[in-house]
């Protein structure tokens, strides 16, 4: 598909549970996108940048930073760190727009808080796509080690040591995380300014206390989180995108388009964990077709859970 010229994103900034979050939504039409980005902490703007292309008439983008990164409130409050806080954050954003039921487009981190939020409020979600993400966080771990793995077993040794030593700032550990990031989280050299802004400005303590401290192994509190066997409650459409080299291994992403009842699964080759940004011609028509597809398919939305 054809990019389109730069959009124009309105920002409003909406109080969730009394903190502020900032959104952005471009376009007009009845059809929402929302984007959920990734982290937890790792702000919107890459996907703002990596998708506007979407715009066409009848569609809205929508996403937001949220909270603890970006243009969003940094609250210094460990026990606002929560999934399910996260979930009933999202569902304030939707009724703040005024957006009764939208596609879900979330990517990593997103891709696991926007199939929270599709199991809670299945009626809200008319399209799903999952992309570079896994339903399946402790296997996704064990992915995690195979690309370390890959390095060596010398380098595995020293990066465990500097992370217990506390000395993940030395040198050669450096070294190592940026192969790793070089191979399987963008493959683009150099890298788009608006990703290397967005792991500059990274919502340092949301990240670590979900996640963990290190970006290839997850030791958070969502380190147990494991949703493969709820997957067929997810009846709307769901597209998974996936990249070739992706750090989350591609096996998860077979096992969840299995899971699903209503999935289909477009892999990248050569790409890692970011397609919109190494194959970007190829994941926006991908993207825009089951957009699309989608689009006129007549689904009476369920019941929303509780």
């Not at 939504?25 to 059809?31: F, I, K, L, Q, V």
């Not at 984007?35 to 990596?50: A, F, T």
């Not at 009848?58 to 409130?73: A, M």
């Not at 206390?209 to 989180?225: A, E, K, N, T």
Request: proline content about 7%.
């Amino acid at each position: 598909m054809s990019m389109a010229a730069v959009a124009e994103w309105t920002r409003r900034t909406v109080t969730v549970a009394g903190h502020q979050v900032m959104t952005f939504s471009a376009g007009t039409g009845p059809r929402t996108l929302l984007m959920v980005h990734g982290g937890p902490g790792c702000p919107s703007r890459y996907l703002r940048d990596s998708h506007e292309a979407l715009l066409q008439p009848g569609l809205r983008l929508v996403t937001w930073d949220q909270l603890g990164c970006g243009e969003s409130d940094r609250p210094q409050d460990p026990a606002l760190w929560r999934l399910e806080r996260f979930v009933e954050e999202m569902a304030a954003v939707l009724d703040a727009l005024d957006l009764a039921r939208v596609d879900v487009l979330g990517q990593s981190w997103g891709g696991v808080l926007a199939l929270e939020f599709s199991l809670r409020f299945p009626g809200r979600v008319r399209s799903l796509i999952a992309a570079d993400t896994a339903f399946d966080l402790p296997r996704m771990e064990r992915g995690f080690e195979q690309k370390k793995q890959a390095l060596g077993s010398e380098t595995v040794a020293m990066m465990a040591r500097h992370e217990a030593g506390g000395s993940t700032d030395h040198p050669e550990y450096q070294a190592a995380v940026t192969l790793l990031m070089h191979r399987h989280v963008c493959r683009c050299y150099p890298w788009p300014d608006s990703l290397n802004w967005c792991l500059q400005n990274l919502g340092v303590e949301v990240f670590s206390r979900m996640f963990g401290p290190y970006f290839f192994q997850c030791s958070g509190s969502l380190r147990h989180w494991d949703r493969m066997d709820d997957l067929g409650a997810v009846t709307m459409p769901v597209l998974l995108v996936h990249g070739e080299h992706d750090y989350i291994v591609p096996d998860l992403a077979a096992m969840a388009r299995d899971g699903l009842p209503n999935a289909r699964l477009a892999l990248f080759p050569g790409c890692s964990h970011m397609p919109f940004f190494e194959d970007p011609e190829r994941y926006l028509h991908t993207v825009n077709q089951f957009i699309q597809t989608t689009a006129d398919q007549v689904c009476p939305p369920n019941p929303a859970s509780p």
